[in-house]
């Protein structure tokens, strides 16, 4: 009976259960970490008495860092078993370029989802005493506060007022942007980076995005990161402000997050083999013309 087991979970963990169980454990660790550097810089250093003067605009400091460093040490547990890439764009992307098997594509995304679910779980079992605290201070319920909302999930910026145009261009810029530099950053045929620092350079992607477009619509970049806290925001009190994603300027906003970053991540990866990989597949079949293959310039 011990060794079946044993037979069992060594098929398990060589097989499509081991890679999932990774995919799972890496998207926990990614909203574990993201989510709580958005609770920390919006509920709990105001309140924990460690901040006496509000920080303002360096809030956001915390939090674009907190996600960067969040994917860096997402891709480090996760990288070595099933790529770590806890973000269903990803998924869908590398499906789509032929890097990856489509047969995956389902249960990778199911992983994904249900560990930013549990991961939403744990943030919110720390942070719920500072939440509630935010919320009595701002004299209203879990279901009027968009502010200890954004903790688990995104919103457009107010300047958009209903239109739903403007954030799913975000989504879709953001989003190609991070897979086309993914896409950058493991091509051996490229620069890629030696020594192991890729994961780190992808959480700084994910830091530079959250810089320079972040704002907008809160850079989901990521259907799982969005949709699995949201899922959790919803079944402990946020109601229509999570699903089906309604405040006062913005209606329906749930399915944004989503569909802009699976566009957004084909986009990128296609963008990246036309423009890149396109000639990097080139360059290793044939010399350039008027140079002999192997040549070095002459510099």
Not at 171 to 195: E, H, Y
């Amino acid at each position: 009976m011990m060794a079946t087991r044993e037979r069992t979970r060594a098929k398990f963990g060589a097989g499509l259960g081991g890679e999932l169980s990774s995919e799972f454990l890496g998207t926990f660790v990614l909203i574990l970490l993201g989510c709580g550097s958005v609770a920390v810089a919006l509920a709990g250093l105001p309140g924990s008495g460690r901040q006496e003067d509000p920080f303002g605009p360096a809030n956001w400091l915390i939090i674009a860092f907190g996600w960067g460093f969040a994917v860096v040490f997402g891709v480090y547990i996760a990288g070595g078993v099933s790529g770590a890439h806890i973000n269903p764009a990803v998924t869908l992307a590398f499906a789509v370029r032929r890097s990856f098997p489509w047969r995956k594509v389902v249960p990778y995304i199911v992983a994904q989802v249900v560990g930013a679910f549990l991961g939403a779980g744990v943030v919110f079992a720390c942070y719920r005493w500072a939440i509630d605290a935010y919320n009595a201070e701002a004299g209203v319920g879990r279901g009027e506060s968009l502010d200890t909302f954004s903790i688990f999930a995104t919103f457009p910026a107010k300047y958009f007022g209903s239109s739903w145009l403007g954030p799913l261009l975000d989504q879709v810029v953001g989003t190609a942007i991070l897979v086309a530099l993914i896409c950058a950053l493991i091509d051996f045929r490229n620069s890629a980076p030696a020594s192991n620092m890729g994961p780190f350079l992808i959480g700084m992607v994910v830091t530079t995005i959250g810089l320079t477009f972040g704002v907008s619509a809160g850079y989901a970049i990521n259907p799982a990161r969005d949709f699995g806290p949201r899922l959790w925001a919803y079944l402990t009190g946020w109601g229509d402000i999570a699903l089906p994603g309604s405040y006062q300027w913005f209606s329906f906003y749930f399915w944004i997050p989503i569909v802009g970053p699976f566009i957004g991540g084909v986009l990128g990866a296609l963008i990246y083999d036309m423009f890149i990989g396109r000639v990097l597949a080139v360059r290793e079949t044939a010399p350039e013309p008027g140079r002999a293959p192997g040549a070095e310039d002459d510099r």
